[in-house]
């Protein structure tokens, strides 16, 4: 039961990360660029802390250490960015697609030949990503927005297939956090906009709880979990975003959108349930 309850609280917060975004940037009281700066300062603030209580350096230093805080910096900026325009819940669909769509391809790239059902699975999820992009009358996403979410999917993909080979995940998530943050810094200069407590407020609880302490927990329970389930719980995380951002926000549940969510949540899971799947997490 208790691995269950962490289970549910670390999708929530990864949920989280999508509606507090989109509270903090379309509510007006801070810019997206002063939003990521937040997040990412106060992430790497708690994450060096946990490492700290726990006892251990931060391995800073790495080969792998830029490209991973490279690709985490695209991630933050991209996804601070796309929500200037899109709804919550679709942020999260397309995220959530892109990452697993960029794995499996990854994967296949690398050797591990899919099986029909995983073709099958993705192409069902490829189809209903298109159908979130689709542009024009009718279309769920703007644009722009669309596109610096799908970038944003982009480098998670790239910092978790990066991330796969740290033998101890939280101090290489701890370590990253910190160099994206001069990255992050460099990639936003100039811009400017709005800010307020409230924003600032929502940017820390954002990074340093959603995020921070979110992949502190999802690292706890994630060796007690079976590689299958693991991928599979992940599937409530945009569908969660979608239900908060309609209680929460009041974004509009189309049934453009409820048909998109079906197909990608529906195809991965058909993916990743397939008998010789192997595990991928973010």
Known sequence: MRLIVLTCLTMMAFASNSILTRLAIDGGHIDASRFTLVRVAAGASVLALLIALRGGGLPLLRRDRLPGAISLAVYM??????????????????????VQ????????LKGNAPTGRQMTGAGIAFGGLFLALW???GGAADP????????????????TIIGKRSADPLAATAANFLLCLPIVVVMLLGAGGTISNTGVALGILCGGVTS???????????????????????LSV???????GVLFLDEPLSLLLVLSAAMVVGG???????????????
């Open 144 to 159: 722009v927005g669309a596109g610096l979410m799908v970038l944003a999917g982009l480098g998670w993909a790239a910092y």
């Open 238 to 244: 945009p569908i969660l975003a979608i239900v908060a």
């Open 212 to 234: 921070g302490l979110g992949y502190a927990l999802w690292y706890t329970v994630l060796p007690k979990l079976e590689g299958a389930t693991a991928a599979i719980v992940q």
């Open 101 to 108: 769509i960029a794995m499996f391809a990854h994967g296949a």
């Open 135 to 137: 542009p024009g009358p």
């Open 77 to 98: 900026v991209g996804f601070s960015l796309a929500y200037l325009t899109l709804d919550a819940g679709l942020g999260a669909l397309i995220l959530f697609g892109v």
């Open 268 to 282: 991965i899971a058909w993916a990743i349930t397939a008998r010789s799947v192997r595990a991928d997490h973010n």
